[in-house]
């Protein structure tokens, strides 16, 4: 897997994305939330996975932009070291429900976190 975050891997289906919120589970690290759901995608890609943040809690397009700027770049680096060894395909959400305004080196531990718990609850139904 590429350090890449291109149009391919991105969620855009509303379809998925509310089938997602309906059926999917979830893995929390504060202040990010992952929902996700295992499915099957038609041009072969593993994770396709989208971001999101309240605008309840940033009320600027500008804030909720750059948190969302700093959440892809924090996955973008981190996927191919969780995500190698994945056989299933999942859709992927990703939720900022923190209040403050993040640094990346912030994100960034806490996607490391929520990805670790994610492959932990993952294995555990497996078996």
Known sequence: MKFTFNQKEKLKSKKLIEKLFTEGKSVSVF???LVY???VFEDGVLVKTGVSVSKRHFKTA???NRVKRLMREAYRLNKAVHFNNLTTSYAFMILYIGKEKPTLAEIETKM????????KNVSEEKN
Not at 112 to 119: D, H, R
């Open 112 to 119: 490391k976190q929520l990805f670790e718990k994610f492959s």
């Open 37 to 39: 759901l295992p499915t």
């Open 62 to 64: 500008v804030d909720r």
């Open 31 to 33: 202040p990010l939330r």
